[in-house]
């Protein structure tokens, strides 16, 4: 593919944040679905083994056999680390709160991106963006409402840990992109997810899947999330981090509806107003970082 060869093609690079967003809400829904009759840790080793052939094959076609090449070393182990910890975080929420409190704290990520950014990969943000982001986190607390009993669980600390290890992650990516190929690098990473959480499974003796059933939505499961890590291995490859995060919130009426008509979830005044403060925040951190642009 010619588009490989630039390292700017930020169109190409929007169209496929918005379809790792996609996949994103596709996974989270499937594993909704199976949360109450299997062990995270086993949906977790399900979900990397089954990415592996699709990303394998696509490593192999691109890179012959270059596919397990990787020049930098503690690039890929950091971007390692933060994934595992992000879908970690994510799947184990899912076990405890609603599928759209999980889809909005998800998308504290550009928030956390956009605090992060200076620090992990030197991208300048204003302090205009800051207090945006800043902002924003506001919105979080009025979703949470801390009037309310039991408003801090281990769901919420999962679901806030989730989109932070999740903006290391994406910050990791961006820096592994200037030196590695996506291909590569989502490869390996699949691989050593596999190896993690087929060890924990085996030390902990958690229980395998008995039905078809659950085997077919582990099988999906991970084929949408090889789409989803290529998709977001070349979003990053093809534009910055800072312009790409505020896509995410597509998710937002999509995780919302998801929840209200299929997983039966209740929603407060709270929330919404919380959510659009989320959302504002989003929008002025894109604006701002269109203009200077």
């Known amino acids: ?108 990520m550009p928030l956390f991106i956009t605090l992060l950014a200076p620090f992990i990969i030197k991208e300048v943000v204003g302090w205009f963006r800051r207090i945006a982001a800043i902002t924003g986190f506001v919105g979080v607390i009025l979703i949470l409402n801390p009037t309310t009993e039991d408003w801090v669980n281990y769901g919420v600390i999962l679901g806030v840990m989730s989109p932070f290890f999740g903006a290391l992650m994406t910050l990791s990516v961006r820096r592994l992109g200037k030196t590695d190929h996506p291909a590569s690098t989502a490869l390996w990473y699949n691989l050593l997810g596999t190896i993690v959480f087929l060890l924990i499974c085996i030390f902990n003796e958690v229980k395998w899947p008995e039905y078809n059933g659950i085997l077919l939505i582990l099988l999906i499961v991970g084929i949408v999330s090889s789409f989803q890590q290529i998709c977001l291995a070349y979003s990053l490859k093809f534009a910055p981090a800072s312009l790409l995060a505020p896509l995410r919130y597509i998710s937002v009426p999509i995780g919302i509806t998801v929840g209200v008509y299929f997983f039966n979830e209740s929603l407060s005044t709270t929330f919404f107003i919380g959510t659009a403060i989320i959302v504002c925040s989003s929008i002025i951190i894109i604006r701002r970082e269109s203009k200077k642009k």
Request: hydrophobic residues 50%; glycine residues 6%.
């Open 1 to 108: 593919m010619e588009t490989l060869n630039k390292s700017s093609n930020i169109p190409l690079g929007i169209t496929l944040s918005i379809t790792e967003v996609i996949c994103t809400i596709t996974i989270a829904c499937l594993v909704k679905l199976i949360a109450g009759d299997l062990s995270v840790f086993m949906i977790l080793f399900f979900r990397y083994l089954f990415c592996v052939p699709l990303l394998l094959l696509t490593a192999i076609y691109q890179r012959g056999k270059h596919a397990f090449d990787i020049k930098s070393k503690t690039g890929l182990s950091i971007r390692t680390i933060t994934g595992l910890g992000s879908f970690g975080c994510l799947f184990a929420a899912l076990q405890f709160i609603d599928l759209s409190l999980m889809t909005i704290l998800f998308q504290t």
